[in-house]
């Protein structure tokens, strides 16, 4: 395994966005005494070598009390004196020393301390195991023939050891299913509480009235398997969610506002109000929708509309929050507050868009709607007919708790989350991530995918495909020129061309237009055409951006850009179109660049200049035709159309917005994830039929022994352990498909990419 | 029989002792990173020794 290259373009001159020490004071939270406690998310991390540098580099700093990396949740937590001799210490200097060792570092939410729900989940496993343990060695003692005394002595401890144990670990339980209940609806917890409560109480009246079977064994044993697998699945949803979350936040906490004596103050988003003057420096996003008041840029509002190519902004230009301030300085005054700018509108309109989500039950519920009514009917029956055709309605009730416990809602109750688990570790292992369970049984009915263009199918980022230069020396200048800007057609160059690039003392960057350095008498312009050369272009090369380089005036080099298809775009397509599949282009970039697109990876249908609401009605439209979308999206405006749609993916460079109405986000750059999510999916849903049909199958053969009075505890107990295992097997089944199946492009090494551009 | 007086009680609370063990471990935070544990095993250094 390869292990810890240093990430060149994190330690690039040009850093995508430093954080300022206010913005990390502002994400500090303090401990008392003194001390501040700092989170950061350090993506990069992987191995016993990362924790040793991050960790020692750290410790070097002299106001550093405490560093620790958290391996699991790619965390940094460090501790950090407020002041150190007598002067305020600047946190700014934490991101840099880690950023010197070579990982990129970000702020991310501050994480609750513990994952509560984790450890009471876990609490409870110990307990229910606890108890389950001792219950069945006194048990075993039972079956083995204790005598009369004896045996009831056995069943009153386990009793003892059972009441605090149902009460402690059941809760879970008995609190869904009472909510479910309550709502006139029924789930799988249902038949569960009413089975473990019902078989405790009459193992109970048994143990009175010395009765020869006692159940506690089962209700115990019971529990302890479903709390297993509750666990589980709370646990891989958790590491999810923590993976996501450690992902920079693309929207900006804070802004630098102009007071009225000219000096700035940092102030938090929420307090920003309208017309409030804000300095938003190149290398900045706008934090809320604003009119430019001075100074001239070049805007990408790649992750707000869609549009792959930046937009000049002079004074007057609206801008809207999300954008990137990409050239050159701006003031901008504010027209709306932060919770009514953009970000809002699409908000109101993703709780508009009636989501899949909302209206999906998930197949266990619809399992359990059908199987309660009938396993209960039928312990009712059997309790009736034993009572009325017997007489004896002790034994009635004996044979009616027999039922409820050996249909054993135990192999139902695990059939579908265990599938899911083992379905989504080995996504994870892929760097996709799945946020809840229902996420993949909507994923496997999908039969039409809807791709935005710029940030999923394409990166997003332009790319050189080709230049034009006779002189190798004026690349060089070229690339000199084009380390001095945040344009991205300028980082595009500067990553592109094998040269090293030539130093320049002081390069003018005139937004909208371009570069200019001179080098002794020559004077060099690098950008549009007209800029360069002064007058206006004489052919137009359709889709392809073009950047030109003149020497006083002259063009000497000429350089080609397109943003760059997402590596395993095109296979995947092809991919998607074998599993019978239909595929569209939702975009809101232009016409042109989207046919583009759509031509080269063979897509369906194209749609291009969409707003965010069309996209959300074209998403309708499909499913109006009856088909189950998978929309595929990372901007702002993809947002209520990746909410509305059946099932939604984001790539892990989405907005932030993006990546909270997606279901589920991938971490690798290839595009392969779509196509190998569904894939899983598909295969995980069939997994949960056979656990099923195996569930099914097994209570055909038991419930006749049961409803004929032979099920003893031993026999109940023995049945419930055995149906329980057969389904978990089963549900293991997935890792060799999955071997035998291996993705492409295996050989990437999965590296969680988080930008924070 | 009259076994059976210490021996129930003596089997609970060894019982009764590994539980205890496992809700100390999960509350002095043993569970929260599996991954960095399993990699600092194999760490040469003691860098455990923070400045206080």
């Excluded at chain 1, 670990?169 to 006139?184: I, M």
């Excluded at chain 1, 009736?384 to 004896?392: M, N």
Aim: with cysteine; charged share 20%.
């Amino acid at each position: 395994m390869t292990c810890c290259m240093i990430n060149a373009e994190a330690v690039l001159a040009m850093k995508p966005r430093a954080f300022s020490s206010e913005e990390i004071a502002l994400a500090s939270h303090s401990l008392g005494e003194g001390l501040r406690q700092l989170d950061l998310s350090v993506p990069d991390v992987h191995c016993g070598g990362c924790i040793g540098t991050i960790e020692k580099a750290l410790s070097a700093l002299t106001f550093v009390s405490k560093a620790r990396v958290n391996l699991t949740s790619r965390r940094v937590t460090c501790v950090y004196q407020e002041t150190s001799h007598s002067a305020p210490t600047d946190p700014a200097l934490i991101l840099e020393t880690i950023e010197q060792a070579g990982y990129r570092a970000h702020l991310c939410a501050p994480v609750a301390e513990r994952d509560r729900t984790r450890n009471q989940l876990l609490l409870a496993v110990g307990v229910a195991g606890f108890a389950a343990a001792n219950i069945m060695l006194l048990s075993v003692s039972v079956w083995s023939g204790a005598d009369a005394a004896t045996r009831d002595m056995f069943h009153w401890i386990s009793a003892m050891i059972a009441a605090p144990a149902l009460v402690y670990a059941g809760r879970f339980f008995f609190r869904s299913a009472w909510n479910a209940l309550k709502n006139r609806r029924t789930n799988m917890d249902v038949p569960i509480s009413l089975a473990v409560t019902l078989s405790y109480a009459v193992s109970l009246w048994e143990t009175m009235h010395h009765g020869e079977h006692a159940w506690f064994d089962a209700t115990v044993s019971l529990l302890f398997f479903l709390l297993i697998g509750r666990t589980l699945d709370h646990v891989m949803r958790e590491k999810a969610r923590a993976a996501i979350n450690g992902l920079a936040r693309i929207a900006p906490r804070g802004a630098l506002v102009l007071q009225n004596d000219g000096s700035r103050r940092y102030v938090a988003v929420e307090d920003i109000v309208v017309d409030d003057e804000i300095a938003v420096a190149a290398g900045e996003r706008i934090p809320v929708d604003a009119v430019v008041v001075s100074g001239e840029s070049d805007l990408d509002l790649s992750i707000v509309t869609g549009e792959s190519s930046p937009v000049a902004a002079r004074q007057g230009t609206y801008a809207s929050s999300g954008a990137m301030n990409l050239t050159g300085s701006l003031v901008v005054r504010a027209t709306k507050m932060a919770k009514d700018s953009l970000l809002s509108e699409i908000i109101s309109l993703m709780e508009a868009a009636e989501g899949g989500r909302a209206r999906y039950r998930r197949i266990a519920d619809r399992a359990a709607s059908l199987y309660s009514p009938v396993v209960h009917l039928l312990a009712l029956a059997s309790f009736l007919g034993w009572g009325f055709i017997g007489g004896d309605w002790k034994q009635a009730m004996l044979v009616a708790v027999a039922v409820l416990i050996i249909t054993c809602p135990c192999a139902l109750g695990l059939a579908v989350p265990v599938v899911q688990v083992v379905a989504a570790g080995e996504l994870f292992r892929r760097g996709i991530m799945v946020k809840d369970g229902s996420a993949l049984e909507r994923l496997a009915e999908v039969d039409a995918v809807a791709f935005d263009k710029t940030g999923t199918l394409t990166m997003g980022t332009p790319r050189l495909v080709s230049l034009d230069a006779s002189d190798e020396a004026d690349i060089a200048v070229a690339a000199g020129l084009a380390a001095h800007s945040r344009h991205p057609l300028s980082q595009a160059l500067f990553r592109g061309v094998i040269a090293s690039p030539s130093a320049f003392d002081h390069v003018t960057e005139v937004p909208g237009g371009g570069l200019e350095a001179s080098d002794g008498a020559t004077c060099y312009r690098m950008g549009s055409f007209s800029f360069a050369c002064g007058s206006a272009p004489s052919h137009d090369h359709g889709t392809l951006s073009e950047v030109v380089l003149a020497r006083d005036g002259r063009v000497v080099a000429r350089f080609f850009f397109e943003d760059s298809v997402r590596p395993g775009a095109a296979d995947s397509i092809l991919r998607l179109h074998d599993m019978g599949i239909k595929t569209l282009m939702v975009s809101g970039d232009r016409e042109g660049v989207v046919a583009t697109t759509a031509r080269r990876l063979g897509i369906d249908v194209a749609l291009a200049a969409l707003t965010p609401k069309q996209k959300v009605d074209a998403c309708d439209r499909l499913r109006d035709e009856g088909r189950k979308v998978l929309m595929v999206g990372d901007g702002i405006n993809d947002a209520p159309a990746l909410a509305s749609a059946h099932v939604s993916i984001a790539p892990a460079t989405a907005s932030d917005i993006g990546r909270q109405a997606a279901d589920l986000v991938f971490f690798n750059e290839r595009l392969d994830a779509v196509p190998h999510a569904i894939e899983v999916a598909r295969r995980s849903a069939s997994l949960i039929r056979q656990n099923f049909a195996l569930a099914i199958g097994y209570n055909l053969l038991a419930v006749p022994i049961a409803v004929a009075g032979f099920a003893t505890p031993l026999i109940a107990a023995v049945a419930m352990s055995t149906s329980s295992l057969i389904v978990v097997s089963n549900a293991l089944r997935l890792n060799t498909f999955v071997k035998l199946h291996p993705a492409k492009g295996e050989a990437d090494r999965l590296m969680p990419e988080a930008t924070s551009a | 029989m009259n076994m059976l007086i210490y021996l129930i009680p003596i089997a609970l609370l060894m019982g009764g002792i590994g539980l205890v063990a496992f809700l100390w471990s999960l509350k002095s935070g043993q569970y929260e990173d599996l991954e960095g544990a399993a990699w600092r095993v194999l760490a040469d250094d003691e860098q455990e020794e923070t400045r206080r």
